[in-house]
């Protein structure tokens, strides 16, 4: 069974930069999406964006801030986090929607 490790969390500053990775175990096939969510302190779970093998899609709040890539020989995805907001502050986590795996997640926090 694929496993998801998320890395790269940590403490921002607004206006500031963070880059998550995500490394999958073994190799996952490049047509699989993959994706990242995030989790706020008392919020729901939500998308934060997608990537199949020719598109990507973000939720509002993140377009042209944070955008979602991955590198195959690697099998790791990004998501590059730029312009950070406090709001940003949660809990990332990365998923394989194929086979409903989940990464452990990394805290992101970000201060004003």
């Known amino acids: 069974q694929v496993q998801l490790v998320e890395s790269g969390g940590g403490l921002g500053q607004a206006g500031g930069s963070l880059r998550l990775s995500c490394a999958a175990s073994r190799s996952i096939f490049e047509s699989m999406t993959m994706a990242w969510y995030r989790q706020a302190p008392g919020k729901q779970r939500e998308l934060v964006a997608t990537?199949?093998?020719?598109?990507?899609n973000y939720v509002d709040s993140v377009k042209g801030r944070f955008p979602i890539s991955r590198d195959n020989a690697k099998n790791t995805v990004y998501l590059q986090m730029n312009s950070l907001k406090p709001e940003d502050t949660a809990v990332y986590y990365c998923?394989?929607?194929?086979?409903?795996?989940w990464g452990q997640g990394t805290l992101v926090t970000v201060s004003s």
């Open positions: 998923n394989l929607p194929s086979f409903s795996i």
């Open positions: 990537i199949t093998s020719s598109s990507t």
